[in-house]
């Protein structure tokens, strides 16, 4: 119903792709440093040049879209670059892991097809045995280019790094991904010579998980990284271009010793680290000497993966002063896909019990749609005891594209719909996911890899070496557990006949060693016959019990474990097609067509939605408080189960798909739980303006066609009024659910909370309508999309900086913007909403302390307020508030005054078509040392995009040119992104001239700075042109709004039959000031503006007409100042 109301254009449709994050750095982070390497350091503007500078030269090199180039070293600055300088060439980077041989480096650069590779000059001589290799077989190695200085003994001429650098230019056009889907990257999984599996990731998915791991690893604004995950490990579990989107400090390490990180942390003041469980292990049996104190001096969050850390390693950690975060995750899905969410309840377990949940699997992220245990055969979930064992399956986004090259392998893993990861575990009540074999249960079993510091080892790789051995006549490789390495391959060998006393298991490990790289060969060798099925086939799964007696102790999760591999081996691979073999498959982009073995089906593919975000915090944080009005309270399981019944009784009621459910109402928890409910119903939520009269209600909820209204009981006497209007002019009306807690509570008791959600069927489907102000116009109907409502409830969350345990205040009407999508990203991450109906400086400050809030969101008039609230009505902040504003240009004295009063200010700017906030002010480290005014004014620049806005900029309107950044020229201030509305509901000619040359238009006049920030200077239809000349009104406000007697100011146009028209200025004065006169203001004006720009007229009222937003209502005034006549 709703195609052709809407328009998809490059104004509201961008492919996601990480490259975007460094773009936004080089100017929000310009000068703070992005990466350290020894004496090496660059800043974020110095990395984009030199990233611009390497996709240049790429192309130089004949890279171009779809070229595949590869990386053969450990962690380097070098390689950080690489991750963004070949997709900004169009190319896809294969980091190929640094501890392997020259016969796999060569098997896999066949595969990859890779076309250039940067080697590090250490592991040149293995990459020469390479070459040798595919030249035996006839194949043209890749262009080498060495990352760091080295002459060869053999007196080879190679590329150097710098050298390549320096035939490219730092105004190089990137190659932007054609599609989303376009591949990204290519990452090897155990990497077997026989059959390599290349796993494929594309942009949009390195864009969604680099931004989930950002928010699991709480990393806010410049946090100071280590690299001690080597970035070929699923290009560093996205982190490098997670990294990039918050102004990462990236701290490289190549030798990863206890030594270098504590070094680093005290020399860099890291903050956050990520480290496989060996890492763990080696930091807390380092000697004392590698410690400059028992504990850090500040909390370092640090990421763990690759296997199961053992609780007591876990512990000790957090006694030292490392915050550990557990993840799980495969090379299949980018990296991490889950991470074990800590409950509060759990501090009072004792410390055994405590960290035994801590180094569970928990829940999937916030970029991966499912995660569940499912039986693999009929595909059904398990029960959720905890004790009943199935495979671990992902449905989502951050699932990989395919096996390049393998599709027989691709629709296999994708086998139901989900893919498998080969990983047994439990489910248990809570919805957290365990894998049940501790370290061993990593990728094994059914695809006999061996888990060994983080590394995949393939036990056919390591057989196939041993049977190479004259003296082996059978042999199988199964993983020994080791409390050091997780795992390491443990080889079965029954000699040949004379050789028994000849061999000994030295030998077997040599030859390994010989041929293998050293992590893959075995590190214990048994002689014993082999025992074999029927069929004479080796079972190896009977070879655990018996290398388990190798060690002191052996688990009753073990032996679970041993039964199911035995079960699984036993299966017939055929019997797998009798049951869910299908899946949804969707349409392939372009670029797909020339990479053989990507598929895009539901396994990988999940409509974006913040629905989402509600069904993971119910699981994540089941019984942490969701929302708190005066004395009602509800936990996120509460939330959760409560719009469930609402979605289910809105269905009763006959919503269905594309229906819409209005609103008419202040803040209310019923309101936040509509914002659920209703698209969980399939339903398209109308958020009205609450300070509407009955005729604008009607024409609204005509012009919607709402099929039900939510009333707040305050307004039950305008929304019938509404309804009578709307019978008298034959219009069916909608049917009216008073917000009484009598009236909706029986409601939500006809549904259930089993209901079936209703996804959208695509991510563009609508899931909210916001009216227009209306301050310039009659109001237009905004449709927001969920994928646009899902991209910037992230960004959102990322600015504010929200977290679990944040408390957020509801100081904003939640009818504005769907409350600037704070709703949705509250839920994102599990914040409590304090929901206040009447917002007063008094109700602030007393819901502040009893609440313990730690972020609201307040426009300038409520700012206003509190600044000039009386001492009574104010209590002493005892911790620092996140203050979100925006809504119209902030006065630069307000934010000082808010600033000093224990406030933090974070000044956002966007409009009804931009889902609200699609800029930030970041702050800049340099401002600190200024006076405070200077800082406030800076402070209120509207800034730079947020990271799912593509692009703002200021360009002259009718050349569609980007004005000259020099902070003087003013142009039209034009967005272009996936957070710019779908259009306006039933008016396509709005639309296409709102998307006029492939931008959106805002209406707002601005400058751009040097460094790119932008700031307001007037809307287009609020410019006083006096004499041929342009008067910005907020200009003349800001001046106003410096003197000390001025409570509101707001500036027009008046008419002038000489001048054209002249400034009138309307203001309220502050109490005890009424003496103060027009002549005063005028004269004030003129000491600090050129006399042209002062303003000639001052009309005193009690208060300025304002809308829901804190705007004010300048067409009222300019009616008013009209009505006046000429000046002149």
């Given amino acids: 119903a709703w195609k052709g109301l809407i328009v998809e254009c490059s104004a509201n449709d961008v492919p996601l792709s990480p490259i975007g994050f460094l773009e936004r750095s080089s100017k929000a982070y310009r000068d703070n440093t992005s990466l350290i390497y020894g004496s090496i350091q660059y800043t974020w503007n110095q990395t984009y040049q030199r990233c611009l500078k390497l996709a240049s030269a790429l192309t130089h090199l004949g890279i171009s879209h779809g070229d595949v180039v590869a990386t053969f070293s450990y962690n380097l600055p070098e390689i950080y670059e690489l991750h963004f300088a070949v997709p900004m060439a169009g190319g896809i980077l294969c980091t190929l892991n640094a501890r392997q041989d020259s016969t796999m480096v060569s098997t896999l650069l066949a595969h990859s097809e890779a076309k250039l590779i940067f080697v590090e000059h250490y592991l040149l001589q293995t990459v020469q045995g390479a070459f040798d290799l595919l030249s035996q077989k006839h194949i043209n190695p890749p262009t080498l280019v060495l990352l760091t200085k080295f002459e060869s003994k053999n007196n080879h001429s190679y590329m150097h790094y710098d050298d390549l650098l320096a035939i490219g230019n730092d105004d190089f056009k990137i190659i932007r991904p054609k599609s989303e889907y376009d591949p990204i990257s290519i990452n090897y999984t155990s990497g077997t010579t026989s059959n390599p599996k290349a796993v494929v990731y594309t942009h949009r998915g390195a864009f969604l998980n680099s931004i989930a791991i950002v928010l699991v690893h709480n990393m806010g604004s410049r946090p100071v990284y280590l690299w001690s995950v080597p970035m070929f490990h699923s290009n560093g579990w996205c982190l490098p271009w997670g990294a990039a989107a918050q102004g990462a400090t990236n701290i490289c390490i190549r030798k990863v010793t206890p030594k270098a990180i504590f070094d680093n942390i005290y020399l860099h003041n890291v903050t956050h680290l990520g480290a496989a469980p060996t890492v763990l292990n080696m930091i807390v049996n380092s000697s004392k000497d590698c410690l400059h104190h028992p504990r850090l001096p500040h909390k370092v969050e640090i990421m763990t993966g690759g296997s199961p850390p053992p609780p007591q390693i876990i512990a000790k950690m957090e006694e030292m002063g490392f915050v550990v975060t557990h993840i799980y995750g495969l090379t299949e899905t980018y990296g991490p896909a889950t991470h074990c969410v800590c409950k509060p309840e759990w501090d009072a377990l004792q410390p055994e019990e405590r960290y035994a949940l801590k180094a569970r699997q928990g829940l999937n992220h916030l ?594 040119e980007s004005v000259k950044a020099d902070g003087e020229t003013i142009g039209e201030i034009m967005f272009r992104g996936n957070t710019v509305m779908s259009g306006y509901f039933k008016d396509l000619k709005a639309t296409e001239e709102a998307f006029k040359g492939g931008w959106f238009h805002s209406g707002d006049l601005g400058v751009k700075y040097e460094d790119g920030y932008i700031e307001i200077k007037d809307r287009m239809k609020d410019i006083i042109i006096s004499g041929g000349l342009n008067i910005s009104s907020v200009e003349l406000e800001t001046v106003l709004y410096s003197h000390e007697a001025v409570f509101e100011a707001a500036v027009v146009g008046r008419p002038d039959s000489h001048w054209g028209e002249t400034p009138c200025a309307f203001v309220t004065l502050k109490e005890g000031f009424e003496g103060v006169n027009e002549d005063q203001l005028i004269t004030f004006c003129k000491d600090r503006l050129p006399h042209y720009m002062a303003i000639k007229t001052v009309v005193f009222d009690e208060y300025l007409p304002t809308n829901s937003n804190g705007k004010v209502q300048k067409f009222i005034l300019r009616l008013r100042a009209k009505a006046m006549g000429s000046l002149s």
Avoid at 481 to 506: H, Q, S, Y
Wanted: with cysteine.
């Fill in 367 to 960: 970029g991966m749609e499912e995660m569940d245990v499912k039986n693999p055969v009929t595909m059904e979930s398990v029960r959720a005891d905890g004790a009943t064992i199935g495979e671990v399956m992902f449905r989502g986004n951050t699932v990989m594209s395919g096996y390049f090259k393998d599709l027989k392998a691709t629709e296999e893993a994708f086998r139901g719909g989900w893919f498998h990861s080969g990983d047994l575990g439990v489910k248990h009540e809570d919805g957290y996911v365990e894998i049940k074999d501790g370290y061993v249960e990593i990728k094994d079993r059914k695809k006999d890899v061996v888990i060994s510091g983080g590394e995949n080892v393939s036990t056919i790789e390591v057989e196939n070496v041993l049977y190479s051995h004259e003296a082996v006549l059978e042999a199988a490789v199964v993983a020994r557990p080791d409390k050091i390495w997780g795992e390491t391959p443990c080889a079965f060998v029954t000699l040949k006949e004379g050789f028994d006393g000849v061999v000994n298991g030295d030998e077997i490990i040599k030859i390994c060693r010989d041929h293998l790289p050293h992590y893959m060969a075995p590190k214990t060798v048994v002689f014993q016959d082999l025992p074999k099925t029927s069929t004479v086939g080796l079972m190896s799964c009977n070879l655990w019990p018996i290398h388990f007696t190798l060690l002191p102790l052996l688990s009753l999760t073990m032996m679970i474990k041993h039964s199911l591999t035995r079960f699984a081996r036993a299966l017939n691979p055929s019997h797998y097609s009798k049951f869910n073999r299908s899946y949804s498959k969707f349409e392939e982009p372009e670029s797909w067509k020339s990479m053989d073995g990507l598929l895009r089906c539901s396994a990988n593919y999940v409509p974006l939605s913040p629905i989402g975000f509600l069904e993971r915090s119910s699981k994540a944080y089941t019984d942490n408080t969701s929302l708190v009005y005066g004395s009602t309270s509800h936990t996120w399981g509460e939330t959760h189960q409560r719009c469930l019944k609402l979605a289910s009784a809105l269905a009763n009621m006959g919503i269905s798909r594309g229906d819409v459910v209005a609103t008419f109402s202040y803040n209310l928890p019923q309101i936040y739980e509509l914002h659920f409910g209703v698209p969980m119903a399939g339903g398209i939520l109308c958020t009205l303006n609450a300070r509407l009269d009955s005729f604008m209600v009607s024409a609204l909820l005509r012009h919607s066609e709402a099929k039900v209204i939510f009333v707040d009981n305050q307004l039950l006497d305008i929304a019938q009024g509404a309804l009578q209007l709307l019978a008298q002019s034959d219009t069916k009306p909608p049917i009216l659910v008073p917000l009484t807690d009598s009236d909706y509570e029986t409601l939500l008791a006809t549904g259930t909370d089993q209901f079936e959600i209703l996804r959208p069927h695509t991510e563009l489907d609508p899931i909210a309508i916001n009216y227009t102000s209306g301050t310039t116009a009659r109001p237009k109907a905004v449709v927001y999309s969920h994928r646009g409502a899902y991209l910037n409830s992230l960004a959102t969350a990322l600015l504010l900086g929200l977290r679990d345990m944040s408390v957020y205040l509801w100081s904003m009407p939640m009818f504005n913007c769907n409350g600037w999508d704070v709703l949705w990203a509250s839920a994102a991450q599990g914040a409590a909403n304090i929901v206040i109906n009447k917002v007063t400086p008094q109700a602030i400050y007393d819901n502040i302390a009893m609440h313990n809030v730690t972020h609201m969101g307040a426009v300038p008039t409520v700012m206003n307020m509190i600044v000039n609230s009386s001492v009574c009505e104010r209590r002493l902040l005892q911790h620092t508030v996140e203050v979100l504003t925006g809504g119209a240009p902030a006065p630069p004295q307000i934010l000082a005054r808010m600033e000093e009063m224990g406030f933090r200010i974070n000044q956002i700017y966007g409009l009804t078509e931009t889902y609200g906030a699609a800029t930030n002010c970041v702050w800049k480290p340099e401002w600190d040392a200024l006076p405070l005014d200077e800082r406030s004014m800076l402070k209120a620049r509207q800034g730079l995009r947020h990271l799912a806005m593509e692009e703002v900029d200021v360009k002259d309107s009718v050349t569609m």
